[in-house]
């Protein structure tokens, strides 16, 4: 982590909110496509990104390591997401109609592709491609073995690369 | 390769940040919220205006008259079970069958990889919200900010006397601040009266620190001779105890993570318990030692008894399962299976992930005992009659429920009894109260609800028991709602009492049995505080509400009837940033009253409290005193700009008033209270000062409880 990042989280955590803000601006683009491709529509996900934005911000005292801060962020948007599927995706069948996606511009194979895969597998890419996280780190996140993550990071790769014919 | 792969799906990935989501909307979103937890009047911007979050407080007073049989209890015994193995959980006498399990269980795996992107009701999360204790992530994010609560100190009196003006200077020592008085809990600072104990910041090493003279003095370091990173100690007469995430495999440690060769990382998946003889505290001496598989949870310690849970998740990829199916246990760097009668496993489950429990009596060196079940550890509740570990389950789309473990002691260790289910998810290991005879449980739950015209909420159905969805609600616009949840469970762990359905649209906050009654609080915009009277176990009545303005995360009986509440300020339209301590008056459970409001900076600066993520920072000085920390910034003058600071308020219970004592200020820029304590007039506190070239540094700063003066410091790691 660099140092003038690490000065921002240091910032941010202790109460700096325009610093915080800045940090935001870095990750809200990463932030908005990993929730898109796991809430599958862009209200359930701007939704998601603005629940973890202020469950992290409320909770910035919390933070023990300020190199942490990226896996942290992800690491709450993945479960604000996985909650949201859990809890919203009835709903989401109704809103889907007549407002899908209006902002996603994912290319459609790559869309499809990513549907394809379980919530875990999609997960676990979307936090290695968006979020450029290693599998030490996603293992970390999800708990799970990083083994795991390496092995049903492979195979979902493998899947979409069949998929996408790349 | 899969570098190339995950850029060219980057590529593929462009999105345009929607309004809603500028830099600026959400700083404008977060100007509504005050730093470190403080939320006033959230306004979210959402295309479809979703039900905004509601803000405020209430308090459930709920009685758990009937369910509480006399002072007696304590020596009462358990009354035996009859049915030792529950339906849904089976014992096998060979791990034949146990493999068995697990080629079921990767076939399942398999074929929802293959047959990926249904979420069916199968498929299953933990709920924890990331707020494990293995995580190297602060409390979760996602809403649940963990609050603390808990049974009283001692749950099997409720006659506890007032405290008395002559006990007022009566110090001691301290203890860690316990759920239940006769269990103690791992912390990274112990006292035994003579000498402090603190796991230091850098998480490698342990400090001794002789406190008997008039300046404190390092007087030895422990140094674990397994690899990881020390989590918590517990001392015992001249045992010490550490316990820590193991780490394995590789030499070099950053933030808790080894390197393989080939660049990548591995987690730390094991747990690791040493126990030093310390009776010559200037020279310890490594005297047992074990290690589980699984990454470490939580622990207890009842008389020389430690009990030590971790959770061991399988992992199904590959051909070798089969081969890491049953935990191990190394004791003297020998590895063992945990034998095939210690595993309990509950056939419905679909988890590979074990809670690994291990007793060790410090006492008498015999080889630790290992008992295991199928079933993730998320919470561990204990009392000396009884463990109980709950696990969240995704039951199908929409509800998700609590499975608890319960478990009982056996000379050398514990012994699955039974298990139960209840609807919704739990705070925290506050949550959760047993008396011997009755296991009490407050949950969270989300319901599916229907709006009527006039804006009520009606709770429905979606699913039928195959889990069809029913199609009455297809064109009927439908929303997830919280409710709360108060069940009383018997030894079977059925259900045999409850209350449901409480605080709409609410999360609990914090919990807290005291003897038969149990007070809760939730969060919502309005305040009420309702009572319920749970006489009659089967029936239970809301007798009763009353308002209270903010929230308490974390409350703590104090004296009979008299209950300390930590939490945020505010008015009837949310909380204003400030912190408060308040002295609730229950002894009157039809009518509750706030009798004293102390707010730690007046509403002037934005303040936090740890001891709502971490109950052990809540240190009792006396009978009738307390200290607790809080996190300012500018509100204490200072010559630095916008100064945050760490402070520890000392309050005084005098009669049926609460006054604060002292304020100890600590410099809080960079700075983090870990722990503290007290040996007899001296209040210690244990700081971590934070930032990439001092990592780890810990401190320790004394100060006079007759004075009120900082008399010394002391560094324990540079």
Same mark, same amino acid.
């Not at chain 1, 109460?15 to 683009?29: N, P, R």
């Not at chain 2, 003095?217 to 010490?240: C, F, H, R, S």
């Not at chain 2, 006054?659 to 007899?680: F, K, L």
């Given at each position: 982590?660099?140092?003038?990042?690490?000065?921002?989280?240091?910032?941010?955590?202790? @109460?700096?909110?325009?610093?915080?803000?800045? $940090?935001?601006?870095?990750?809200?683009?990463?932030?908005?496509?990993?929730?898109?491709?796991?809430?599958?529509?862009?209200?359930?996900?701007?939704?998601?990104?603005?629940?973890?934005?202020?469950?992290?911000? *409320?909770?910035?005292?919390?933070?023990?390591?300020?190199? *942490?801060?990226?896996?942290?962020?992800?690491?709450?948007?993945?479960?604000?997401?996985? *909650?949201? $599927?859990?809890?919203?995706?009835?709903?989401?069948?109704?809103?889907?109609? @007549?407002?899908?996606?209006?902002?996603?511009?994912?290319?459609?194979?790559?869309?499809?592709?990513?549907?394809?895969?379980?919530?875990?597998?999609?997960?676990?890419?979307?936090?290695?491609?968006?979020?450029?996280?290693?599998?030490?780190?996603? @293992?970390?996140?999800?708990?799970?073995?990083?083994?795991?993550?390496?092995?049903?990071? *492979?195979?979902?790769?493998?899947?979409?690369?069949?998929?996408?014919?790349? | 390769?899969?570098?190339?792969?995950?850029?060219?799906?980057?590529?593929?990935?462009?999105?345009?940040?929607?309004?809603?989501?500028?830099?600026?909307?959400?700083? !404008? +979103?977060?100007?509504?919220?005050?730093?470190?937890?403080?939320?006033?009047?959230?306004?979210?911007?959402?295309?479809?205006?979703?039900?905004?979050?509601?803000?405020?407080?209430?308090?459930?007073?709920?009685?758990?008259?009937? +369910?509480?049989?006399?002072?007696?209890?304590?020596?009462?015994?358990?009354?035996?079970?009859?049915?030792?193995?529950?339906?849904?959980?089976?014992?096998?006498?060979?791990?034949?069958?146990?493999?068995?399990?697990?080629?079921?269980?990767?076939?399942?795996?398999?074929?929802?990889?293959?047959?990926?992107?249904?979420?069916?009701?199968? +498929?299953?999360?933990? %709920?924890?919200?990331?707020?494990?204790?293995?995580?190297?992530?602060?409390?979760?994010?996602?809403?649940?900010?963990?609050? +603390?609560?808990?049974?009283?100190?001692?749950?099997?009196?409720?006659?506890?006397?007032?405290?008395?003006?002559?006990?007022?200077?009566?110090?001691?020592?301290?203890?860690?601040?316990?759920?239940?008085?006769?269990?103690?809990?791992?912390?990274?600072?112990?006292?035994?009266?003579?000498?402090?104990?603190?796991?230091?910041?850098?998480?490698?090493?342990?400090?001794?620190?002789?406190?008997?003279?008039?300046?404190?003095?390092?007087?030895?370091?422990?140094?674990?001779?397994?690899?990881?990173?020390?989590?918590?100690?517990?001392?015992?007469?001249?045992?010490? %105890? !550490?316990?820590?995430?193991?780490?394995?495999?590789?030499?070099?440690?950053?933030?808790?993570?080894?390197?393989?060769?080939?660049?990548?990382?591995?987690?730390?998946?094991? !747990?690791?318990?040493?126990?030093?003889?310390?009776?010559?505290?200037?020279?310890?001496?490594? &005297?047992?030692?074990?290690?589980?598989?699984?990454?470490?949870?939580?622990?207890?310690?009842?008389?020389?008894?430690?009990?030590?849970?971790?959770?061991?998740?399988?992992?199904?990829?590959?051909?070798?399962?089969?081969?890491?199916?049953?935990?191990?246990?190394?004791?003297?760097?020998?590895?063992?299976?945990?034998?095939?009668?210690?595993?309990?496993?509950?056939?419905?489950?679909?988890?590979?992930?074990?809670?690994?429990?291990?007793?060790?009596?410090?006492?008498?060196?015999?080889?630790?005992?290992?008992?295991?079940?199928?079933?993730?550890?998320?919470?561990?509740?204990?009392?000396?009659?009884?463990?109980?570990?709950?696990?969240?389950?995704?039951?199908?789309?929409?509800?998700?429920?609590?499975?608890?473990?319960?478990?009982?002691?056996?000379?050398?260790?514990?012994?699955?009894?039974?298990?139960?289910?209840?609807?919704?998810?739990?705070?925290?290991?506050?949550?959760?109260?047993?008396?011997?005879?009755?296991?009490?449980?407050?949950?969270?739950?989300?319901?599916?609800?229907?709006?009527?015209?006039?804006?009520?909420?009606?709770?429905?159905?979606?699913?039928?028991?195959?889990?069809?969805?029913?199609?009455?609600?297809?064109?009927?616009?439908?929303?997830?709602?919280?409710?709360?949840?108060?069940?009383?469970?018997?030894?079977?762990?059925?259900?045999?009492?409850?209350?449901?359905?409480?605080?709409?649209?609410?999360?609990?906050?914090?919990?807290?049995?005291?003897?038969?009654?149990?007070?809760?609080?939730?969060?919502?915009?309005?305040?009420?505080?309702?009572?319920?009277?749970?006489?009659?176990?089967?029936?239970?009545?809301?007798?009763?509400?009353?308002?209270?303005?903010?929230?308490?995360?974390?409350?703590?009986?104090?004296?009979?009837?008299?209950?300390?509440?930590?939490?945020?300020?505010?008015?009837?339209?949310?909380?204003?940033?400030?912190?408060?301590?308040?002295?609730?008056?229950?002894?009157?459970?039809?009518?509750?009253? &706030?009798?004293?409001?102390?707010?730690?900076?007046?509403?002037?600066?934005?303040?936090?409290?740890?001891?709502?993520?971490?109950?052990?920072?809540?240190?009792?000085?006396?009978?009738?005193?307390?200290?607790?920390?809080?996190?300012?910034?500018?509100?204490?003058? !200072?010559?630095?700009?916008? &100064?945050?600071?760490?402070?520890?308020?000392?309050?005084?219970?005098?009669?049926?008033?609460?006054?604060?004592?002292?304020?100890?200020?600590?410099?809080?820029?960079?700075?983090?209270?870990?722990?503290?304590?007290?040996?007899?007039?001296?209040?210690?506190?244990?700081?971590?000062?934070?930032?990439?070239? %001092?990592?780890?540094?810990?401190?320790?700063?004394?100060?006079?409880?007759?004075?009120?003066?900082?008399?010394?410091?002391?560094?324990?790691?540079?």
């Amino acid at each position: 982590m660099k140092k003038e990042m690490k000065k921002l989280v240091r910032s941010a955590i202790d @109460g700096d909110k325009s610093a915080f803000g800045t $940090l935001y601006e870095i990750y809200s683009v990463d932030m908005y496509r990993f929730a898109l491709s796991m809430c599958k529509n862009s209200f359930d996900a701007q939704d998601a990104v603005q629940e973890t934005v202020l469950s992290v911000f *409320k909770s910035l005292g919390g933070i023990k390591n300020p190199e *942490k801060f990226k896996s942290y962020l992800f690491s709450a948007l993945s479960n604000t997401c996985k *909650k949201k $599927l859990a809890t919203v995706t009835l709903q989401s069948d109704f809103i889907d109609t @007549g407002y899908v996606d209006a902002e996603i511009e994912f290319s459609i194979p790559v869309r499809d592709a990513l549907s394809k895969l379980d919530d875990d597998s999609r997960q676990i890419i979307m936090l290695s491609v968006v979020g450029g996280f290693k599998s030490r780190e996603i @293992g970390e996140m999800l708990e799970i073995p990083a083994n795991t993550v390496r092995t049903k990071q *492979k195979r979902a790769l493998n899947k979409m690369r069949e998929e996408l014919e790349l | 390769m899969s570098k190339k792969m995950n850029k060219k799906l980057n590529e593929q990935m462009n999105v345009k940040l929607p309004e809603n989501l500028s830099k600026e909307n959400i700083v !404008t +979103m977060l100007d509504s919220v005050e730093t470190n937890d403080n939320i006033v009047e959230i306004k979210r911007t959402n295309p479809l205006k979703k039900v905004l979050p509601l803000v405020a407080s209430f308090v459930l007073l709920i009685g758990l008259v009937g +369910m509480y049989f006399g002072l007696g209890m304590g020596d009462k015994k358990i009354p035996p079970v009859e049915n030792n193995e529950p339906s849904q959980v089976v014992r096998y006498d060979s791990y034949d069958k146990i493999y068995k399990k697990f080629k079921q269980l990767k076939k399942e795996s398999e074929y929802i990889d293959l047959f990926g992107g249904v979420l069916n009701g199968s +498929m299953e999360y933990a %709920v924890d919200d990331g707020a494990d204790a293995d995580s190297a992530m602060p409390e979760s994010a996602e809403g649940s900010a963990s609050n +603390m609560s808990g049974t009283a100190d001692n749950n099997t009196n409720t006659s506890s006397t007032m405290p008395s003006e002559e006990s007022q200077n009566d110090f001691d020592f301290g203890t860690t601040n316990r759920q239940e008085a006769d269990v103690d809990e791992g912390d990274i600072i112990k006292t035994d009266g003579k000498y402090l104990y603190i796991a230091n910041a850098d998480n490698k090493t342990i400090s001794i620190v002789d406190v008997a003279g008039s300046e404190m003095k390092a007087v030895a370091t422990i140094k674990p001779e397994n690899k990881g990173l020390v989590q918590e100690i517990y001392i015992n007469g001249d045992k010490l %105890v !550490t316990i820590g995430k193991k780490s394995s495999e590789y030499e070099d440690v950053f933030y808790g993570e080894g390197i393989y060769e080939d660049g990548s990382y591995y987690r730390l998946a094991d !747990t690791f318990v040493e126990v030093y003889n310390i009776s010559d505290r200037s020279n310890p001496k490594l &005297e047992t030692k074990y290690a589980q598989q699984g990454s470490y949870k939580s622990s207890r310690m009842i008389g020389t008894k430690l009990y030590c849970i971790s959770n061991y998740w399988v992992e199904l990829y590959g051909d070798d399962y089969l081969d890491d199916c049953i935990p191990q246990v190394e004791i003297n760097d020998t590895c063992e299976k945990i034998p095939a009668g210690c595993i309990s496993v509950i056939e419905e489950s679909n988890s590979p992930s074990y809670s690994v429990i291990t007793t060790l009596d410090i006492a008498n060196g015999a080889e630790p005992e290992s008992e295991a079940i199928l079933g993730n550890c998320e919470e561990l509740y204990a009392t000396s009659k009884g463990l109980f570990i709950s696990e969240s389950k995704y039951g199908n789309v929409t509800r998700v429920s609590t499975n608890i473990y319960r478990f009982e002691y056996t000379d050398t260790g514990v012994e699955f009894k039974s298990m139960g289910t209840v609807d919704g998810t739990i705070n925290d290991q506050f949550s959760m109260s047993y008396d011997g005879e009755y296991f009490r449980i407050a949950t969270t739950a989300r319901k599916t609800v229907t709006y009527d015209d006039n804006g009520r909420a009606t709770v429905v159905q979606l699913f039928d028991e195959d889990g069809n969805r029913n199609k009455e609600f297809d064109h009927v616009n439908i929303s997830t709602i919280t409710m709360n949840n108060l069940y009383i469970l018997d030894n079977d762990m059925k259900i045999v009492g409850k209350v449901e359905d409480l605080a709409e649209g609410e999360n609990i906050e914090s919990v807290r049995f005291v003897g038969k009654m149990a007070y809760v609080v939730t969060f919502r915009q309005t305040d009420p505080l309702f009572v319920i009277d749970l006489s009659d176990p089967t029936n239970p009545t809301v007798k009763g509400e009353l308002k209270i303005p903010g929230f308490s995360e974390y409350l703590h009986p104090i004296a009979d009837g008299l209950l300390v509440g930590v939490g945020y300020d505010g008015t009837q339209f949310g909380t204003n940033g400030d912190c408060k301590v308040s002295l609730f008056d229950v002894s009157n459970p039809y009518e509750p009253t &706030e009798i004293s409001i102390l707010p730690v900076t007046g509403g002037k600066a934005n303040c936090y409290s740890p001891v709502g993520e971490n109950h052990k920072l809540y240190i009792k000085l006396s009978d009738n005193e307390f200290a607790v920390p809080f996190r300012a910034r500018n509100y204490v003058a !200072t010559d630095v700009e916008n &100064e945050t600071v760490n402070v520890y308020i000392r309050y005084r219970l005098t009669g049926d008033k609460l006054c604060e004592v002292a304020r100890y200020n600590m410099a809080g820029m960079y700075s983090r209270v870990m722990g503290a304590t007290y040996v007899g007039d001296t209040f210690y506190v244990v700081l971590n000062r934070y930032g990439s070239s %001092v990592e780890g540094t810990t401190y320790i700063v004394a100060y006079d409880l007759n004075t009120n003066e900082e008399i010394g410091r002391l560094t324990t790691v540079e």
